[in-house]
């Protein structure tokens, strides 16, 4: 079982540009969710996705967006870069049929640098 | 809103020498609440899912107890491999939104 995947691993990109973040979830895992996680801080929740679905959103702007593939894997999208936008963005997968996040493992997380 | 604190926020320890993590919680009906460990630069390690006061669960030199305020997690004769931070976080009912806490670093020295 390989885990949670995502790519790229680093990624550096200036102000005002886009950026896409991929997630493959582990193997039966139909529930992917995605976090920013700022240096020193603990992960903070963006959205979640269930059967090609946005679940539900956390406190992030519009410019945040995301997309479920039929096979479960994910993608994160954020327009217009900022300079707070650099931080650890983490993908973590669970069942849905837990409620989404009783058990969820994550991935390595992709270390976006925004110049 | 959900709110949860973690002390302290740095721990040094040398080796063999046991200790408690604190993580206290504000909830509005908690649906569980988690522990995991991180090593610096890579994502979250899940170790424990608490759902209940009282209810304690173990594993290796790691035990997690729940009360209704607060979260312990227990490191006994800690080893250097045990250096991470340890996150805590809570979900409350209705949502499926974790609210993590901003970790304790945990050094062991040999």
């Known amino acids: 079982d390989a885990g949670v995947t995502q790519s790229p691993t680093h990624l550096i990109k200036t102000r005002g540009q886009q950026v896409t973040l991929r997630c493959s979830p582990k193997?039966?895992?139909?529930?992917v969710s995605w976090y920013q996680q700022a240096l020193g801080q603990g992960p903070q929740f963006i959205f979640q996705?269930?059967?090609?679905?946005?679940?539900q959103r956390g406190n992030f702007p519009d410019r945040f967006s995301g997309h479920q593939f039929p096979n479960y894997s994910s993608e994160l999208n954020v327009n217009a870069l900022l300079l707070g936008d650099s931080a650890l963005y983490l993908c973590?997968?669970?069942?849905?049929?837990?409620?989404?996040?009783?058990?969820?493992?994550f991935g390595p997380g992709t270390r976006l640098t925004v110049l | 809103e959900d709110q949860v604190t973690q002390s302290p926020e740095a721990l040094r320890l040398q080796e063999g020498e046991s200790s408690s993590l604190n993580c206290s919680y504000t909830?509005?009906?908690?649906?569980?609440l988690f522990w995991y460990r991180q090593d610096p630069g890579k994502g979250p390690e899940f170790l424990f899912t608490?759902?209940?006061a009282g209810e304690e669960k173990e594993k290796e030199r790691l035990k997690a107890t729940l009360t209704k305020k607060e979260s312990f997690l227990h490191i006994t004769a800690p080893k250097p491999e045990d250096s991470a931070t340890y996150l805590c976080?809570?979900?409350?009912?209705?949502?499926?939104?974790?609210?993590f806490g901003r970790g304790t670093s945990l050094i062991v020295h040999p």
């Open positions: 996705y269930y059967e090609e679905e946005e679940r």
């Open positions: 608490l759902y209940s």
């Open positions: 976080a809570v979900r409350s009912g209705g949502s499926y939104i974790p609210t």
């Open positions: 909830v509005s009906g908690l649906r569980g």
């Open positions: 193997s039966g895992h139909d529930t």
């Open positions: 973590a997968s669970s069942p849905g049929t837990a409620g989404g996040t009783d058990t969820q493992y």
